[in-house]
């Protein structure tokens, strides 16, 4: 089974400045997804960004930018320019490319409350 | 665009009591369909998942049931609550297997 790891379990960063969120995971397959996702206070879900692991390129959405890191199984989340609504408890996800049984579900880390200081 | 509602927001319910949580989504088709549990301060945990009207696949035994009587439509029910069942449960949505799942907006539900 795949199990997915962020071992920070809070952090914080000053306005306008550049974090790192860091994410390990397990698994013994050689293609899968990776997400990283955001629930800010109204606990609503949003997909910040999706990388898929035969893609050796690293995705980037604005802000948003992973350091894929594949035979170390790491996936990290970069925040540049970070603004006081990026404060969110943020979650990195996997999911398998096979599409039967218990494949099809999200496996989310515990998550990393990120506090953004004015 | 696809957009996906959840309802109620938020739900008290007395230990014993039934549970009916409604999602629906509009904007596309055959959509699969996700029910997920989260914990106080912990990560999200598969419920049900739906490919198709009335196919349910159930992740973890509980006491909690899951229907798709529409193509769009996913409910999340229970004929008697437990206090282990109070959390916040999330139903999401993806075009595919291999799409991105899309959230609600969450139940909290709180079992006295």
Excluded at chain 1, 80 to 88: M, N, W
């Amino acid at each position: 089974a795949q199990t997915v790891t962020q071992s920070q379990p809070e952090m914080s960063v000053q306005e306008a400045e550049t974090v790192t969120l860091s994410c390990t995971y397990d698994t013994s397959e050689s293609d899968y997804y990776l997400f990283w996702y955001k629930q800010p206070p109204s606990r609503q879900m949003i997909l910040v960004i999706r990388q898929e692991a035969y893609k050796q390129q690293n995705a980037t959405e604005n802000r948003f930018s992973v350091n894929f890191q594949k035979a170390a199984k790491s996936f990290s989340l970069k925040i540049s320019d970070s603004q006081l609504g990026d404060a969110a408890m943020y979650f990195c996800a996997y999911r398998s490319v096979f599409s039967s049984g218990s494949a099809r579900q999200l496996t989310f880390g515990s998550g990393t409350q990120l506090t953004v200081l004015p | 665009s696809q957009t996906i509602h959840q309802w109620p927001a938020t739900l008290v319910q007395p230990v014993g009591s039934p549970l009916s949580l409604e999602c629906t989504v509009e904007g596309t088709s055959n959509p699969n369909l996700y029910w997920y549990r989260q914990a106080a301060g912990r990560g999200l945990q598969l419920l049900f998942y739906s490919v198709g009207i009335g196919q349910i696949s159930s992740e973890v035994p509980q006491n909690l049931s899951a229907s798709r009587p529409q193509d769009r439509q996913f409910i999340l029910s229970s004929k008697k609550l437990l206090l282990s069942d109070s959390g916040f449960y999330l139903c999401a949505w993806s075009a595919s297997d291999n799409q991105p799942q899309h959230f609600g907006d969450g139940t909290r539900l709180s079992i006295l």
